[in-house]
């Protein structure tokens, strides 16, 4: 199309899921970043190519909007690193702005009813700590010359940084003071002995070399090396540079949500799916007793080899190593010998998808706890249990990613 470069001025509508807010410009959306609803703003198109919408920076502000502030982080910005979408709105007001991305998504594909109490009375909790240096677990991308950084906005083309204002700043200072020769990408995580582990990988994204540094030594270490995480009470194993929350206080904040809409009682059986490390399920273990049952479903057999050290204390709990798609699923139901519960699932950002979610609702659950990173397959996984016999009762969502347009959920499904 032949927008691609444009600049006009519009006046900005309201948030949209992914980052940007929506405007029109003759009888066309244009979905703009940088800036804020209410606002007007001259904007310059730097993608075109669909006959009903455009993509645009905000590059000048005429008329600002009260909950504009200034960058904290100077790499921010039109043009440059993509890493974060709000960096120039009040926290505050992006714990609005995602609310509002939330409840559109359970209202456009969850067809819930806008006047729906636990839709219209959803809000984004802050988590403590700020919202800067949260990100304990990162992956930066590498250029041809070996400098660190993160990639511009839907681009290949990476921006070099000194820094990163919301990573945790010796998880920062080990990637981003140094070059990574040949190198695809940099994962970096920090756990909480402050033990940062590196892992160099690949442009196929497989690790090359992972090193260990803690209080000032720097080790070698195996691909498989372990981090201590703590939460709910307790430490958990997990690999280096494996998968767990984010921000440091997620984890504690998503298993309190967890519990208190599982209600787990004794002797119930949980079926905790994309399990990862075992948090979830091992937290809801002891509420079941020993006459209860938890089983924990991951696919990653090095997630599953440290849930099995996490839970190995937990008699009532057990691992098994598997894919939760739905013929998978099926086969793990017939198994079980017993209809779970309560059901908790964490899936990726994609969602459990139709298939998986009318499996678990035939199960009959009381309660299925539904842990969410994208809003959009909330809403449709949502949709998909409603026409399976089940209905969103309660959810609550929380800013496990500050600065940024992600944000997290934790949902309450129960027969209808």
């Known amino acids: 199309m032949g927008w691609t470069g444009d600049e006009f001025e519009v006046t900005v509508g309201p948030v949209a899921h992914g980052g940007h807010c929506v405007a029109r410009h003759e009888g066309r959306v244009v979905f703009v970043r940088h800036t804020l609803p209410g606002e007007r703003v001259r904007v310059r198109v730097t993608e075109d190519r669909h006959p009903g919408f455009c993509r645009a920076d905000a590059v000048e502000v005429l008329e600002a909007a009260p909950a504009r502030v200034e960058r904290p982080c100077p790499y921010s910005g039109p043009g440059r690193c993509g890493g974060c979408d709000w960096q120039h709105v009040d926290p505050a007001e992006q714990h609005r702005l995602k609310a509002a991305v939330v409840r559109e998504q359970l209202v456009r594909l969850g067809r819930l009813d806008a006047g729906d109490p636990v839709v219209s009375g959803l809000a984004v909790e802050a988590l403590p700590g700020g919202a800067l240096r949260w990100r304990s677990r990162a992956r930066f991308a590498v250029d041809g010359a070996g400098v660190p950084g993160l990639r511009r906005h839907r681009s290949h083309d990476v921006v070099a940084l000194d820094d990163c204002p919301i990573t945790v700043e010796p998880a920062a200072r080990a990637v981003l003071t140094r070059r990574w020769p040949g190198a695809g990408a940099v994962d970096v995580s920090i756990d909480s002995t402050g033990a940062v582990t590196t892992a160099r990988l690949d442009h196929r994204g497989r690790p090359q070399l992972v090193e260990v540094q803690h209080a000032g030594e720097e080790l070698p270490a195996e691909p498989t090396g ?84 996490n839970l190995g204390a937990l008699p009532q709990a057990e691992v098994w190593q598997g894919e939760v798609d739905a013929d998978g699923l099926a086969e793990l139901l017939e198994e079980l010998g017993a209809a779970p519960d309560v059901v908790v699932l964490d899936p990726p950002r994609a969602g459990a998808g139709k298939a998986v979610s009318r499996l678990l609702a035939g199960t009959g659950a009381r309660a299925i706890v539904y842990v969410a990173c994208d809003p959009a397959a909330l809403g449709r996984d949502v949709s998909a249990f409603a026409e399976a016999g089940y209905r969103l009762a309660a959810v609550r969502g929380f800013d496990a990613f500050p600065m940024t347009a992600h944000v997290e959920c934790v949902a309450l499904l129960v027969p209808a």
């Open 226 to 309: 372990r981090a201590e995480r703590r939460a709910g009470g307790r430490d958990w194993e997990v690999e280096g540079t494996g998968f767990w929350q984010v921000h440091p206080a997620a984890a504690d904040a998503l298993v309190s949500a967890i519990s208190g809409f599982a209600a787990v009682a004794e002797g119930e059986t949980v079926l905790d799916l994309y399990a990862g490390a075992g948090l979830f399920g091992g937290a809801l273990a002891p509420a079941v007793g020993e006459s209860g049952r938890v089983v924990c479903v991951e696919a990653d057999p090095g997630a599953c080899a440290a849930a099995d050290a």
